[in-house]
């Protein structure tokens, strides 16, 4: 194992809409001999590698890898062992490799994962990370509402949400619900007993993208990208004026 | 006010490298007629302003906007309605006009509060948000390490910490603290209390940008893009597996 190897790459697409790939994104995809896809259920094109394909060398290689739905550690630590040891493969044969991830690469994602099997199995391999828009950022641009403002916290919430919200809200007047398509009837009730502004999107930034005010008008459980965005005060909290916390530059 | 305005729109250029700009962020700063960009202060080139400026049309105003240092919200609000008055005279004239803000636009951005200023002045305005790339999402490819993974959630924590994590670390064990660089020395003393994994990364994505474990070698208060990423159980947490939550995809 004295070889070196070409650079493997994490790489975020965005959430969707091909145009919010990031330009160091393109130009990495530009120069790989190869890209590994997490497999989409349901014989569905992966939606990671419909985004890159355009930016792609014309023999590049595209493989596809398959993530048991299982929370079995060991049967996805293999299935994570075996796409890093096809990443490596490529880069050992002298090109870059890269695996293809939905919104950001260390946010939620698979390749956080990848990345320790990778420098697990060759320690001297060099592994980079590009960053991806996150499908949050894209639905608060799509609904035309903050995230979170001033000084007041954001939490991101990637599970089944609590009964009650109020020990979120208690810490975070803006939370993020991710994966939220099979929780939004708890959401709503949580909501409404709250008496907090939410607004769900689902497929963000895809064409057919929706959105609703109206939890429940959503059949729960319906296999899609969905994010809900909960603000307990609608009202806009006090602004952190431009240069506060010592940075020299507003943003 | 019956003429008809073009778009006004509200770009997230990233973080600082001019690469993670997104595809889209590019393609509508090619037909701005203007960008607005936050003065910085100490008479430095805007960082927003040089992301953007390779992608402007020859003939591309460029205008800057002072948000002064205050929390006095009527004084934020009559600069939020300033530079809200001269992005609707670009569009009124017949040409798109963007805002450039550093990150994403709708994480902690003057673009909220100026969106807003617009739809006041002009509630028949067509205003786009592009999302960027966030400090905290470079900054975890930077150092290699995942924002959150699995079921965990993750706080985003824009302010001066508590003296003790305890209260946040029961609801998130990964915090983000932004805007950190003043209280470095007091996140030190509270990540030490909580035996916690602690990074700190400044000017992320830059050709300058610095990591360091030890929060205390930075001189606390320094002007400079500061975030610091903490775990509190650096042991990884169950994975969500591919699917999970009603997706039909992995990532």
Known sequence: ???????????????GDPLLLTLR????LREVGAVLAPRSAEDRDSLALAIARPHLPADCAVLEAVFPMT???AVLEQAWEDAARELIAVAAAGRPAAFLTLGDAMLYSTWSYLLAAVLRLRPDATVVT????????????AVGQPL???RAPLLIWPDEPPASLDALTALAPNIVFMKAARHLDALADAVETLGADAVAVRRCSLPDQAVTRDLRAWEAGRSYFTTVLVH????????????RGGEKESK
Chains 1, 2 share one sequence.
Not at 25 to 28: C, D, L, M
Request: with cysteine; proline share 14%; net charge negative.
């Open 232 to 243: 307990v005060d609608p009202t806009p909290p006090t602004p952190s004026p431009a240069g």
């Open 71 to 73: 929370e079995q550690r």
């Open 148 to 150: 979170a403002e001033g």
């Open 1 to 15: 194992m004295t070889d070196s190897l070409a650079t493997i790459y994490g790489i975020g697409v965005g959430p």
């Open 130 to 141: 590009v960053p991806g828009i996150t499908a949050m950022s894209a639905c608060a641009a």
């Open 25 to 28: 994104g393109a130009a990495v």
